[in-house]
């Protein structure tokens, strides 16, 4: 569902010809952290490569959730209580909205400076990256934002 909603609307929002919403990356923060590491990945690497066959910019999407994939589990064990590291669904319910927001800024934050840098594959308009890196982090983040308040399954 969340690959059809970027494919088909989100990817055609540019606020600012700077924000674009990557709401894809909820699906990676939303596994428990005693998930399987490479079903995890793989996983990230399918929905990445599914994004990127229909936008047109072959691999980044795949390599940035690829790595954020990779990466959750030991984002995720920064917030949450080490007694709960197999049982816990990362959720605002789970972990108050203060920790969630936290977790979901630092994973939302990294998966944007990985993609755009991905992306543009160089430093030179490092005003250019930093701002998109920013405002598609604040959009997203909101996005995900509303997207766990009103998710009902956890």
Same mark, same amino acid.
């Given at each position: 569902?969340?690959?059809?909603?970027?494919?088909?609307?989100?990817?055609?929002?540019?606020?600012?010809? +700077?924000? !674009?919403? &990557?709401?894809?990356?909820?699906?990676?923060?939303?596994?428990?952290? =005693?998930?399987?590491?490479?079903?995890? #990945? /793989?996983? =990230?690497?399918? %929905?990445?490569?599914?994004?990127? *066959?229909?936008?047109?910019?072959?691999?980044? !999407?795949?390599?940035? &959730? !690829?790595? %954020?994939?990779?990466?959750?589990?030991? /984002?995720?064990?920064?917030?949450?209580?080490?007694?709960?590291?197999?049982?816990?669904?990362?959720?605002?319910?789970? &972990?108050?909205?203060?920790?969630?927001?936290? +977790?979901? #800024?630092?994973?939302?934050?990294? @998966?944007?400076?990985?993609?755009?840098?991905?992306?543009? @594959?160089?430093?030179?308009?490092?005003?250019?990256? &930093?701002?998109?890196?920013?405002?598609?982090?604040?959009?997203?983040? *909101?996005?995900?934002?509303?997207?766990?308040?009103?998710?009902?399954?956890?």
């Amino acid at each position: 569902m969340l690959c059809l909603v970027q494919v088909l609307v989100l990817n055609h929002v540019h606020v600012f010809h +700077y924000a !674009t919403p &990557l709401l894809f990356i909820y699906f990676i923060m939303k596994f428990p952290i =005693g998930y399987e590491r490479w079903a995890l #990945l /793989l996983w =990230g690497f399918f %929905m990445g490569l599914i994004i990127d *066959i229909f936008t047109n910019i072959p691999g980044v !999407t795949a390599a940035s &959730l !690829t790595i %954020m994939s990779f990466v959750q589990p030991y /984002l995720l064990q920064l917030f949450i209580p080490k007694d709960d590291y197999a049982t816990m669904l990362p959720s605002m319910k789970s &972990l108050g909205f203060e920790v969630f927001f936290k +977790y979901a #800024l630092t994973v939302v934050l990294l @998966f944007s400076i990985l993609f755009y840098t991905f992306e543009t @594959f160089n430093l030179f308009s490092f005003g250019d990256w &930093l701002l998109r890196v920013v405002c598609s982090t604040i959009i997203t983040l *909101i996005f995900v934002l509303i997207v766990e308040k009103f998710n009902k399954h956890d």
